[in-house]
């Protein structure tokens, strides 16, 4: 890595953040410096996708900023993150929902984890992501949005089922890794 590219990594926001290292079981192992989490050969650590749903059954797709480090514009399950430490899955997703699109808690009341796994997956040139992934899932109540485009480059109710069984429709936009890990499981 050039002296350029060390600056570069040093001064994204992700070097200012921590994260917190876990074993295969999800038992915590410390807290480590985030963009380290995401680079070489990565540190395991905790981290949570959540999935919006209508009452249609309709999942909220958003899509990352193209300021993203990692998986930039690719397509995710409503938000993604890591909960810092001490900080629940449940409160670190109701923080990214808000930060993220503007929703507040009043919008829904069944906000649970739904499932956990673990993943390791490269981005080509850029790091990696290797986590233990909660699921946490609700259903909107008040659909209103209110998107940050520092985060969010756009936006797409889509019906869950069919994303799943149709994913031949829907390659064109390119998903997360932990998203389709949480789907498929959901389904399989």
Known sequence: MSAQDTAGEQ?????????????AD??????????????GEGIRHRAFTALVFNHDDHVLLAQRSPDKRLWDTYWDGTVASHPVEG????????????DELGIQSNQYTDLRVTDKFEYKRYYPNEGLEWEVCSVL????????????ESEVAGLMWVPYERLYDNPKWYRQLRLCPWF?????RDFD
């Open 137 to 148: 899932k609700c259903t909107l109540d008040d659909t209103a949005l209110d998107p940050d």
């Open 180 to 184: 389709e890990i949480a789907m498929r």
């Open 87 to 98: 900080q629940s899955q449940s409160d670190a997703t109701e923080a990214r929902l808000a």
């Open 11 to 23: 001064s994204h926001a992700n070097a200012r953040q921590n994260v917190v290292a876990v074993d």
């Open 26 to 39: 999800d038992a915590k192992q410390g807290v480590v410096n985030r963009l380290e989490a995401h680079t």
